[in-house]
């Protein structure tokens, strides 16, 4: 299970939000940046995409988007594939994480978390 490291400020601007997107859920729930979370949006549009194929797409750096995709692999949001080229060498090809998969990790995240809250809670005036 990825570890979330949200702020009790985006827990916050969530609650306050009428409608959040999926983007905002994301950002809040694993701990992310914004750009990560559009960057698991992109490859989940693009899948198979090598860093600078991203980089292209997101109009971004690909060092920054490098980064990025560490994080989503940490996270659990993302896999990274080894593809042999015919001319020689290899090149990474990344995947997001189907959104099934998504929605049932940021449940199981959501929900350990909300634990650790309830334990602490219970742990006042002791």
Excluded at 21 to 27: A, D, N
Excluded at 94 to 104: G, I, V
Aim: proline share 4%; net charge negative; glycine share 6%.
């Amino acid at each position: 299970m990825a570890e979330a490291d949200p702020s009790p400020e985006q827990f916050r601007d969530l609650m306050l939000e009428d409608e959040p997107t999926f983007s905002e859920v994301l950002v809040c729930v694993f701990g992310i940046q914004q750009h990560e979370a559009r960057t698991y949006l992109t490859l989940l549009d693009y899948s198979g995409s090598t860093v600078e194929e991203l980089a292209t797409q997101l109009d971004r750096d690909r060092s920054n988007v490098n980064r990025s995709l560490s994080t989503l692999r940490e996270k659990g949001l993302a896999e990274r594939e080894r593809r042999l080229l015919d001319s020689g060498g290899h090149v990474y090809q990344y995947t997001a994480t189907p959104l099934p998969e998504t929605r049932e990790l940021l449940h199981e995240t959501l929900d350990a978390w909300a634990g650790y809250v309830h334990e602490r809670i219970d742990e006042f005036g002791e």
